[in-house]
């Protein structure tokens, strides 16, 4: 095995960027432990991937910021965690559905003659945050604050500029901060998810500004991540037109397509952990304090645990698989997401008979994410 492989590699490399699956999966087969200079460690294979998700006293996930309720260790990530469980049971998100399916429906009366649309621009990223700002009782124009934080967000996680990120978050500060206030001054609103976090208590304290940003800016980067699902999903159907079909055919479907879809093709690449302790992993030790990064779009397609991995089958079991997490740090979320990605898709094949590719190809985000930068669509 080249040892080259191992430490001499960049996330931000053209020909990665080029094909991050491709390269990915090569890398989870040739060299399942690698090393970068701008991500540490990173691990390719299933197998590694839910020992460290399984073991969080040796693999911390506490953020240099404040980061509620991700970037916390046990024991009080379960005090944090269960005091926002309530934001997504059953009942809220009932409440939320004809709300998101109305957003879906407008942003999508455009393709009701047929035509081209810019799906990202147009519908994934305004359909995702949108439906957030419906969730916290926030004006709907607020989304493009919204939308430009998860982009700026994005291309500093990217670059590294320094000073970049910290501006971010200084702006969404202000943002959030703004919008609390004026909850906190007017009772003539229907009950929302912002009134809920700022009646939120853990330990019998309530959360205080600060910590409601934090919470707020884990829920927006994780809609930056539907949006990058949807593109992914639209991507797929409108290269297989029989799947397509099939769904529309049978929406009782679509859930299971959601998954498996994502599950082969990731939006989100990776996510970092830190040791606490020296490890030794596929035969190389990692020292104590060494970031380590799990890649998810590698993990999802190891042939060691999927046959066929690449290929997209609705009747598989995708109950290995890693779109959502797994361990203490599952995607809180999860239930808003699989809600905003299935109306979405309901609304897109109810409201066309038949979508493809436009004449301008698809482009990829790059790392982090492993969305869609742009994806034309044309309804025929």
């Given at each position: 095995?080249?040892?080259a492989l191992h430490d001499d590699w960049d996330p931000?490399?053209?020909?990665?960027?080029?094909?991050?699956?491709?390269?990915?999966?090569?890398?989870?087969?040739?060299?399942?432990?690698?090393?970068?200079?701008?991500?540490?460690?990173?691990?390719?294979?299933?197998?590694?991937?839910?020992?460290?998700?399984?073991?969080?006293?040796?693999?911390?996930?506490?953020?240099?910021?404040?980061?509620?309720?991700?970037?916390?260790?046990?024991?009080e990530h379960a005090r944090y965690r269960e005091a926002?469980?309530?934001?997504?049971?059953?009942?809220?998100?009932?409440?939320?559905?004809?709300?998101?399916?109305?957003?879906?429906?407008?942003?999508?009366?455009?393709?009701?003659?047929?035509?081209?649309?810019?799906?990202?621009?147009?519908?994934?990223?305004?359909?995702?945050?949108?439906?957030?700002?419906?969730?916290?009782?926030?004006?709907?124009?607020?989304?493009?604050?919204?939308?430009?934080?998860?982009?700026?967000?994005?291309?500093?996680?990217?670059?590294?500029?320094?000073?970049?990120?910290?501006?971010?978050?200084?702006?969404?500060s202000e943002h959030v901060k703004a919008n609390l206030?004026?909850?906190?001054?007017?009772?003539?609103?229907?009950?929302?998810?912002?009134?809920?976090?700022?009646?939120?208590?853990?330990?019998?304290?309530?959360?205080?500004?600060?910590?409601?940003?934090?919470?707020?800016?884990?829920?927006?980067?994780?809609?930056?991540?539907?949006?990058?699902?949807?593109?992914?999903?639209?991507?797929?159907?409108?290269?297989?037109?029989?799947?397509?079909?099939?769904?529309?055919?049978?929406?009782?479907?679509?859930?299971?397509?959601?998954?498996?879809?994502?599950?082969?093709?990731?939006?989100?690449?990776?996510?970092?952990?830190?040791?606490?302790?020296?490890?030794?992993?596929?035969?190389?030790?990692?020292?104590?304090?060494?970031?380590?990064?799990?890649?998810?779009?590698?993990?999802?397609?190891?042939?060691?645990?999927?046959?066929?991995?690449?290929?997209?089958?609705?009747?598989?079991?995708?109950?290995?698989?890693?779109?959502?997490?797994?361990?203490?740090?599952?995607?809180?979320?999860?239930?808003?997401?699989?809600?905003?990605?299935?109306?979405?898709?309901?609304?897109?094949?109810?409201?066309?008979?038949?979508?493809?590719?436009?004449?301008?190809?698809?482009?990829?985000?790059?790392?982090?994410?492993?969305?869609?930068?742009?994806?034309?669509?044309?309804?025929?």
């Amino acid at each position: 095995m080249d040892q080259a492989l191992h430490d001499d590699w960049d996330p931000r490399d053209a020909s990665i960027l080029e094909d991050q699956h491709r390269a990915y999966d090569e890398m989870r087969e040739r060299c399942p432990v690698a090393h970068s200079e701008f991500i540490g460690w990173s691990l390719f294979r299933h197998a590694d991937v839910t020992a460290v998700l399984a073991d969080p006293e040796t693999y911390s996930n506490v953020s240099r910021f404040l980061a509620i309720p991700n970037g916390i260790d046990p024991p009080e990530h379960a005090r944090y965690r269960e005091a926002l469980e309530p934001n997504f049971e059953q009942a809220q998100m009932a409440k939320l559905e004809p709300r998101a399916r109305e957003i879906a429906a407008r942003l999508l009366a455009p393709l009701s003659k047929g035509g081209d649309m810019e799906f990202i621009e147009a519908f994934a990223m305004p359909f995702a945050l949108k439906t957030l700002c419906a969730l916290l009782g926030w004006p709907e124009a607020q989304w493009e604050c919204l939308g430009g934080w998860v982009h700026g967000s994005q291309q500093a996680a990217f670059t590294r500029e320094p000073g970049v990120g910290r501006a971010l978050a200084n702006l969404f500060s202000e943002h959030v901060k703004a919008n609390l206030a004026t909850h906190r001054a007017s009772s003539n609103h229907a009950p929302d998810a912002t009134d809920a976090l700022l009646a939120t208590e853990v330990d019998g304290v309530p959360l205080d500004d600060d910590q409601i940003v934090s919470v707020l800016r884990n829920w927006t980067a994780g809609h930056g991540t539907v949006a990058a699902g949807l593109g992914i999903l639209a991507l797929h159907l409108a290269e297989k037109p029989d799947l397509q079909q099939r769904l529309r055919r049978d929406p009782a479907l679509i859930p299971a397509a959601i998954e498996e879809i994502l599950r082969a093709d990731g939006p989100l690449v990776a996510n970092p952990r830190t040791t606490t302790r020296e490890v030794e992993m596929q035969g190389r030790i990692i020292p104590k304090g060494a970031r380590l990064t799990l890649m998810w779009i590698a993990a999802n397609r190891d042939p060691r645990v999927f046959d066929d991995a690449c290929a997209v089958r609705l009747e598989r079991n995708t109950d290995a698989g890693l779109v959502w997490g797994r361990g203490i740090h599952f995607c809180q979320g999860a239930p808003l997401a699989r809600l905003e990605l299935r109306v979405a898709l309901e609304e897109l094949l109810a409201r066309t008979q038949r979508f493809e590719l436009g004449d301008e190809p698809p482009r990829r985000a790059a790392y982090p994410s492993n969305g869609l930068a742009t994806l034309s669509l044309r309804v025929v």
